[in-house]
C-alpha cells in the first residue's frame, strides 16, 4: 500500500515538474523571439540612420556621378528600415506571438514603445533632411 500511494505521489510529482517545465521553457523561448526582434530593430534602425545619411551626403558632397548613386542607396535603405521596423512590431510573427500569448507583457509593452520610437526618430530624420534639402534649393 505503501508503495502504491508513493508511486502514485512520484507520478503526481514529476507530471507537475513537467507542466512548469513546459510553461518555463515557453516563457524563454518568448523572450528569446523577443530579444531576436529587438536585434532586428536595432539593425533596421541604424540601417536607416545611415541611408539617411547617405541620402544626405549625397544631396551635397558635389561629386554628380555618385551622387546619384548615393542618394537611390540611400532611400532604398531608408524604405527597407522602416518596412523591417513595420513588419517586426505589426507582421506574421507578431501576430502570431500575441494569438499564443504566454509572453512577459512588459518586456512586450516596451519593445512595442521601443519600436514606435525608432519610428518617430527615422521620420524626424527624414522630416529635417527634407526640410535641410529645401533651404538648399531655395538659395
Ligand atoms: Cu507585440
Known sequence: MKTSAATLIFSI???LSFNVQAELTEKEKSMHEMHAMMRLMDNALCQALEGANLMMFGQMS???KIDKELIERGTAMVKDGK???LNTLA???M?????????????????HSLGDRMLHVIEEVE?????ALKQISMK
Open 62 to 64: 558635389g561629386a554628380e
Open 13 to 15: 510529482v514529476m507530471i
Open 83 to 85: 518596412a523591417v521596423l
Open 95 to 111: 501576430k502570431t506571438m500575441h494569438k499564443e500569448g504566454g509572453y512577459n507583457e512588459k518586456v512586450m509593452h516596451d519593445l
Open 127 to 131: 522630416k529635417l533632411h527634407g526640410e
Open 91 to 93: 507582421g506574421t510573427e
